[in-house]
């Protein structure tokens, strides 16, 4: 999982970091602190959008480990036990620091693996749209239902990027068209 933004040495890099360091999350600037079966995908979507600065996000804080498995597990108790995931209290608080330091939109990056030429899933709304989307079944992933055994199951084929659009003084929820 990772967090991607506009512009290199963005003020919305600078907010986002002190909020992952006050919630204990731990992150890596840069291309290569992502796992090599992600670093083409990801290095691909900065090319074609044009973006600045990516961060990977680690869980436990302390390790080289992708959030990945851990929000999977947050969502999956979400969806079994109706236990709120933590992940969600980070979207809002960036969002509160970005509004509050006048930062624009930012990408969140979802993917266990993730080729160079690859189609992603992609879509955009506000932290509470990326939110609600999280907390359907599936989560991140495609929900797929097995019709010759009635089996449901989570599809992690695709990549998702979801564009977060800051409500507030610089952020106008507006779309950008691509460069």
Known sequence: MGIAFELEDSPALAVVIEV???MGIGHAPGLEAFEADVRDGIASLVSVMHLGEVLALRAPRDQE???VPAIEAELTLLETKGSMPGVFA????IEQAMVANRAGRFF???AAEWAEDEEVRFSYGSTEDLIAMLSRPGGWCLRLLDLRNGMEMNSI???FV????VRG???T???KPIP
């Open 157 to 159: 084929q695709y990549p």
């Open 65 to 67: 480990v992708n959030m």
């Open 169 to 171: 003084p610089k952020g």
């Open 173 to 175: 929820g507006a779309i």
């Open 90 to 93: 980070v979207l809002r608080r």
């Open 20 to 22: 992952l360091d006050e």
């Open 162 to 165: 979801f564009e977060v659009l």
């Open 108 to 110: 969140m990056l979802f």
